[in-house]
């Protein structure tokens, strides 16, 4: 690394037998363009994976990972254009991953304060996917500023790290 520090953050607590994560960034772009970004097929491949998502309630999300990932085939809990999205991060008979992304607009509207909430089961699997979507959060920023980067693996391994150990602070009993 180049000796910069990556701030690395996230909050996890413990729900009955569930983790809830919570991711934010502030990013200097409108709910709109982020809402775009979270939700038009050509915007989710720069920076999750091509897909689409049926903006509204029961609408479909499909997401294909090709050789990296399962593919996501799920439905819409709840879509309040430009400010709320939730629906599962699960496939098949995989169990329920909730998630909610909320959208809270600064300055005028001209910023938002994104906030990335993911409901898991309380297994050996939070600190991954913890790691995965603040690396997918990378890409995000990065995308809003018209720059595309592969996965950024790093990142992955460090906020891995930092996820495992906030996870045994956190969660153990």
């Known amino acids: ?13 413990l729900q009955g037998d569930r983790v809830e994560i919570q991711l934010e ?21 720069r920076w999750l994976a091509p897909g689409v998502i049926e903006q ?9 990972f ?18 709320l999205l939730a ?8 169990p329920e991953r909730p998630l909610t992304w909320k959208l809270d607009p600064l300055e005028s509207g001209e910023a938002t304060r994104l906030r990335l909430t993911l409901s898991l089961p309380n297994d050996d ?5 913890c790691a995965g979507w603040d690396a997918h959060l990378e890409m995000l920023m990065a995308a809003l500023e018209g720059i595309s980067i592969h996965f950024p693996a790093d990142r992955f391994r460090q906020a891995r790290a930092v996820f495992s150990e906030l996870a045994k602070e956190k969660l153990a009993a």
């Open 1 to 13: 690394m180049n000796g910069e520090e990556l701030a690395i953050e996230g909050d996890l607590a």
């Open 25 to 45: 960034r502030q990013i200097e772009h409108s709910p709109v363009r982020v809402w775009e970004m979270l939700t038009d097929s050509v915007h989710l491949a």
């Open 56 to 64: 509204r309630a029961g609408g479909r999300v499909q997401l294909e």
């Open 66 to 83: 090709g050789n990296s990932g399962t593919p996501i085939d799920c439905h819409i809990r709840a879509c309040e254009p430009p400010r």
């Open 87 to 94: 629906y599962s991060w699960s496939a098949g008979d995989d």
């Open 125 to 129: 699997l939070v600190p991954i996917a």
